[in-house]
């Protein structure tokens, strides 16, 4: 039985059969996974290198199957997507992270992923401000991740969406940058205020001249355009270093704190404060 639950937990990359039968599954699981309370949102804390002491978290899904154990999000974010199912669940994280968000003692920033199918979705900024009246968490303090592929997708459809966002005072932030192609000149295009450096740049910095190179010539590129720079994936000092002299403006990553659950996030916000 063991070896049957150690093929089940197995990653999919150990054959197509297998992976279909396991999306199916999961397909399968979903609402009822939402019902019985198997999803969750932890808190990755997001830190500002200047000396404003603003700070900030990424809310990230996880479902904690009762068989599979912990599911990565990746895996079930892309059956959600194959199966019509992803408004749902981002209506789920957005729920639960605003009202979470709304009720923290410090006034810090709330960032949520979006999939490239939610900027298709005409129904989602109405749906964003609701949440945003009915909890009473101000405009400002949310931001929505996306990243390039997915805005360029349907560009126009997605930038209509998202300029709706915008207008309502919510901020956009272009995610795992460094790994589509946009061109300058698209990005301008864009109403978003923050590029998050993609943390395959990032990971091995100390490291890599290579690296050094492309991170600092996008973070010239970002604030050339007036955009706020992040990097995820910061996993030690000498990186974080090295992102300082840079002029990197905001961290995330496990050198200050792996994703939290809301509990511990909360633990985690009040021995930061200031
Ligand atoms: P992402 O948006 O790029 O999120 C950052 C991922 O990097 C997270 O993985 C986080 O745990 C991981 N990470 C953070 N710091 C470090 C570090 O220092 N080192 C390393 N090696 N990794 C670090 P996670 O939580 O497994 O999420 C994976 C992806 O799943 C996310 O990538 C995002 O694309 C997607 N995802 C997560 N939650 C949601 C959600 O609510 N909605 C949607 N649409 N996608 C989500
Ligand atoms: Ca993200
Ligand atoms: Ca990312
Ligand atoms: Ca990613």
Redesign the pocket.
């Known amino acids: 039985q063991g070896r049957l639950e150690q093929q089940r937990v197995s990653r999919y990359e150990t054959g197509w059969d297998e992976s279909h039968l396991r999306r199916l599954a999961l397909f399968g699981e979903f609402r009822q996974a939402l019902e019985d309370s198997q999803l969750d949102?932890?808190y990755?804390p997001k830190l500002w290198l200047d000396d404003s002491g603003s700070l900030g978290a990424?809310?990230?899904?996880?479902w904690r199957h009762p068989e599979m154990g912990m599911i990565?999000?990746?895996e079930f974010?892309a059956v959600?997507e194959s199966t019509g199912q992803?408004g749902l669940?981002?209506r789920w994280?957005l729920r639960r992270?605003i009202t979470q968000a709304a009720n923290w003692s410090v006034p810090a920033h709330l960032s949520?992923?979006?999939?490239a199918l939610?900027l298709l979705d005409d129904d989602l900024p109405d749906f964003v401000v609701g949440l945003l009246s009915e909890t009473e968490l101000p405009p400002e303090r949310l931001c929505l991740?996306i990243?390039e592929s997915a805005i360029m997708r349907e560009a126009d459809k997605s930038l209509h969406n998202l300029e709706r966002l915008r207008a309502q005072g919510i901020s956009l932030s272009i995610?795992?940058f460094g790994t589509g192609y946009s061109s300058l000149s698209q990005l301008k295009k864009l109403p978003v205020s923050e590029l998050?450096i993609?943390?395959s740049f990032?990971?091995n910095l100390d490291q890599s001249e290579d690296d050094q190179l492309i991170v600092r010539s996008t973070i010239d590129l970002g604030h050339t355009l007036g955009l706020t720079i992040t990097a995820?994936?910061?996993?030690n000092q000498a990186i974080e270093k090295l992102l300082l002299a840079l002029g990197c403006d905001r961290v995330?990553?496990?050198?200050y704190s792996?994703?939290l659950p809301h509990r511990d996030f909360l633990d985690w916000l009040s021995g930061a404060e200031r």
């Open positions: 949102v932890y990755q990424e809310a990230l899904v996880r990565n999000p990746e974010v959600a992803i669940l981002t994280v992270a949520v992923n979006l999939s939610d991740e990243t995610d795992d998050k993609d943390k990032i990971l995820e994936g910061v996993e995330q990553g496990f050198y792996k994703p």
